[in-house]
C-alpha cells in the first residue's frame, strides 16, 4: 500500500512569517495529493489538491508544489495569520484509498 | 444542505458492548468511507463505499462491519468493543467513487471504551 510521511510534526511561526510542510510517497502509482485543515473539534476541510500532471497549484495564499520525480509535495502558507493555526495532513490517493501522513500541528503567534 | 452527519458526538462504551456509529449525507454521494484518528498517527481508512450495496476494507478494519443499503447511509458497527478501539471516527463522502476528489468530513465520534 501507500505509505506517506509528513514533517515537521509540530511547527510554530510568527504572524506573517512562512510556513512549510513536506510529504513524500513511496507508490509512484498515486496521481492525486490533496491538503486538508483540522481545526480543534472539528474534522478535516480540504484546503488545496494537486494532481500528478500538475507541478504547482496556487490559491491566495496557500500553494502546493509536487515533485513526482523525487515522489514529494509540499504545502506553503505565506503571510501567515493566527487563523491558519490547526493541524494539517497531506494525503495521496492510491485507487479508492486516500492515505494520510500523520498531520502537522501548525502554531501562529501574533 | 446538512453535509455529512455522525451520531452520537460522544460515546463510553464496555470492553464486549457493541454498537452502531451512524453517519449519512444528503449530497448524493456515491463514495462514502470510514476513518479513525489516533493522537500521532494521523486519519487511517478502516472501510469504504463506492455505492449501495458495495464495501471494502481500508487499512484497519478489524472488529468493525459496515453495510450500504442506501446511497445516503453508512453506519459502522463495532461488534465487541475492545479498548484498542478508543478514537475519534469520522465519516467522509465524495461524489467521485474514484477518491481523487474532495471528500468532505462529519463532525467526528469520540468514542471511548473502558
Known amino acids: 500500500g501507500e505509505n506517506v510521511e509528513q514533517h515537521p510534526s509540530t511547527l510554530s511561526v510568527q504572524e506573517g512569517d512562512s510556513a512549510v510542510i513536506k510529504c513524500t510517497y513511496s507508490?509512484?502509482?498515486?496521481?492525486?495529493f490533496p491538503w486538508y485543515k483540522q481545526e480543534l473539534g472539528k474534522g478535516p476541510q480540504l484546503i488545496i489538491d494537486?494532481?500528478?500532471?500538475?507541478g504547482e497549484k496556487k490559491d491566495q495564499r496557500i500553494a502546493v508544489t509536487l515533485n513526482k520525480t523525487a515522489k514529494h509535495f509540499s504545502l506553503h502558507i505565506t503571510e501567515t495569520q493566527p487563523e491558519d493555526s490547526a493541524v494539517y495532513f497531506c494525503?495521496?490517493?492510491?485507487?479508492?484509498?486516500?492515505?494520510f501522513g500523520k498531520g502537522t500541528s501548525l502554531l501562529v503567534t501574533p | 444542505n446538512a453535509g455529512v452527519t455522525q451520531t452520537p458526538k460522544f460515546q463510553v462504551l464496555k470492553t464486549g458492548q457493541s454498537m452502531t456509529l451512524q453517519c449519512a449525507q444528503d449530497?448524493?454521494?456515491?463514495?462514502m468511507s470510514w476513518y479513525r484518528q489516533d493522537p500521532g498517527m494521523g486519519l487511517r481508512l478502516i472501510h469504504y463505499?463506492?455505492?449501495?450495496?458495495?464495501?471494502d476494507q481500508g487499512e484497519v478494519p478489524n472488529g468493525y462491519n459496515v453495510s450500504r443499503s442506501t446511497t445516503e447511509d453508512f453506519p459502522l458497527r463495532l461488534l465487541s468493543a475492545a479498548p484498542s478501539q478508543t478514537s475519534v471516527y469520522f465519516c467522509?463522502?465524495?461524489?467521485?467513487?474514484?477518491?481523487?476528489?474532495?471528500?468532505?468530513f462529519g463532525p467526528g465520534t469520540r468514542l471511548t471504551v473502558t
Open positions: 467522509a463522502s465524495s461524489y467521485s467513487i474514484s477518491g481523487e476528489n474532495e471528500q468532505y
Open positions: 494537486i494532481r500528478s500532471n500538475v
Open positions: 463505499s463506492v455505492g449501495a450495496g458495495i464495501t
Open positions: 494525503a495521496a490517493t492510491l485507487g479508492y484509498a486516500l492515505n
Open positions: 507508490d509512484s502509482a498515486s496521481n492525486y
Open positions: 449530497m448524493n454521494h456515491e463514495y
